[in-house]
């Protein structure tokens, strides 16, 4: 039996890499398979229309899969480790002051340039110049554009800061969410009614898809070096407080302005 | 052609939602740590990975579904609202409109990057007790139920802090029924929803539904279905935690029920 052995090598490291990459591959298909039926099925069976350019479709689909394959790929190598480690390397230098800042630079960073929030808050300063707010000209429109995503990128450090905060402490998330929705309910009651469509969506812009896994592998990072935090239960919430926060900001800017 | 100018585009955007983010990191890393991070070479060709990843990933959403999901969006909207003629619409003449919100809130949510980034890390901390592929089938439910939800608020012109209220009030008496550990998972996936694949085609639909029914603004009624989107996946984790923690009690049930029967 062992002299066989040299003869029948273990499948070599390239057949491995090559079945990983196919499984990949496969697992983002599977995530765009329901996409491909919605919009399939009401293409041709509710709006009885036929595929425009096909093949163009076809190969934008090809772009998605690929693309999603190397970012669950880069996920898993670059921006869990670097995240996790630099939640290490902030608890043993253990300056409380550094990581308070690196939390804030990140959130208000990331928030200040993202499409989306950028996006919204020119319908916003629309909304705020049709209902007469500011005046209805392109400069001071763009002053209020301005202005609020300044807010909402403040408010994501500032949430960010609380969140690591409460990582360190160890309070439990679900007294300061609550607490947070009461404060919007009770904003909501006097902010003016025009804002407030604004403020509730521009909770669910601020996190982007580049800052979601970076901020959840700090937290889950934090709460696993400090001694008595649970990964489950301190680790998550980083982000439940950067999509509350900017509502209690938003709707404080549209009392304000 | 066209093509290269959306991937010139795209990998613009992508490379501006990166910069803030490596300087920071860099920043942080050689100013304030002054140590080189470990295995810096494997995590630099990560980011790579996920920088054109993101961007292959979204060149081909702005050829292939977005325009797609987008005219959509408008046919579907602008059919019901054709024989108004200025009337106040019978919201029982938007059934396909609430069919499309929901299903096209389900479909994006399941491709969408951000979530697959969180549901595989609970799954890795929970020791496999979450599972990543149940989470995010569970946060697409949810999204599903919110837009197509915010889709009938929009026909109806019913007030929007109203049901952002009640929903308040339903996730905090879930919170206080379901298991300690998935609460702070469950806000979480309320922010992680609405990302790159899922707002662009809701805040079209919000859109569409808001400019042809007549008494409603696009300004002021276009806004709210995002809010929607990432209110009812905290609600919906949060029952699907419920549920299996139910299932789990009945079969440990059964099974020593089994046992006495045997002794």
């Known amino acids: ?257 | 052609m066209e093509l290269i100018s959306v991937a010139v585009s795209e990998i613009l955007a992508t490379l501006r939602d990166v910069a803030p983010i490596v300087v920071i990191l860099l920043g942080f890393q050689f100013l304030v740590l002054r140590r080189r991070p470990p295995n810096l070479g494997r995590v630099a060709a990560g980011f790579g990975y996920v920088v054109v990843g993101l961007t292959l990933f979204l060149v081909g959403l702005d050829t292939a579904l977005f325009p797609l999901g987008e005219t959509m969006a408008r046919q579907l909207t602008e059919g019901p609202a054709a024989t108004l003629g200025g009337a106040e619409p019978d919201w029982r003449d938007y059934g396909w409109v609430y069919a499309f919100a929901a299903a096209i809130g389900f479909a994006t949510t399941v491709a969408e990057p951000a979530l697959i980034a969180v549901s595989l890390k609970a799954e890795e901390i929970s020791g496999g007790a979450v599972d990543a592929w149940g989470l995010r089938i569970a946060v697409a439910v949810g999204v599903a139920v919110g837009v197509a939800l915010g889709a009938f608020r929009i026909v109806t012109g019913t007030p929007l802090p109203l049901y952002i209220m009640v929903g308040y009030v339903v996730v905090v008496i879930q919170t206080v029924r379901t298991t300690r550990s998935i609460v702070p998972l469950a806000y979480d996936s309320g922010g992680v929803t609405t990302s790159t694949v899922t707002v662009p085609v809701v805040a079209a639909l919000g859109l569409g539904l808001a400019s042809t029914i007549p008494g409603r603004s696009p300004l002021i009624d276009g806004f709210g279905l995002i809010a929607f989107a990432s209110l009812f996946p905290i609600m919906s984790v949060m029952g699907y935690a419920m549920i299996m923690t139910s299932i789990q009690r009945r079969r440990t049930v059964t099974t020593s029920e089994e046992k006495e029967i045997r002794e």
């Not at chain 1, 934090?222 to 001694?227: D, F, G, K, Y």
Request: net charge neutral; charged share 10%; aromatic share 10%.
């Open chain 1, 1 to 257: 039996m062992d002299s066989r052995a040299p003869e029948r090598p273990p499948p070599s490291l390239t057949w491995h890499r090559l079945r990983t990459l196919v499984r990949i591959f496969a697992g983002s298909f599977r995530d765009l398979i329901p996409m491909i039926l919605v919009i399939g099925f009401f293409q041709i069976a509710v709006l009885q229309q036929p595929f425009p350019n096909l093949e163009k479709v076809l190969l934008g689909l090809v772009f998605v899969v690929v693309g999603l394959s190397l970012f669950v790929r880069g996920l898993e190598s670059g921006l869990f480790p670097l995240g996790e480690s630099m939640a290490h390397a902030f608890a043993r230098k253990g300056s409380l002051i550094a990581l308070l800042g690196f939390a804030f630079c990140l959130g208000f960073g990331t928030t200040v340039a993202e499409p989306a929030l950028i996006a919204v808050a020119a319908e916003a300063a629309e909304v705020a110049g049709a209902a007469g707010f500011i005046s209805n000209t392109d400069a001071e429109k763009n002053a209020y554009a301005l202005d609020l995503r300044y807010t909402v990128a403040l408010s994501v450090g500032a949430s960010l800061v609380l969140g690591v905060f409460r990582i360190l402490k160890g309070w439990p998330i679900h007294y300061l969410i609550i607490g947070g929705y009461v404060i919007v309910v009770a904003m909501t009651g006097f902010a003016p009614p025009e804002i407030v469509g604004i403020a509730y969506d521009s909770g669910g812009v601020t996190t982007s898809t580049m800052t979601v896994p970076l901020v959840a592998a700090l937290g889950v990072g934090l709460a696993s070096v400090i001694r008595g935090r649970n990964p489950m239960l301190d680790g998550f919430g980083l982000i439940a407080f950067a999509s509350l926060m900017p509502m209690i900001f938003v709707l404080a800017f549209g009392m304000i302005v």
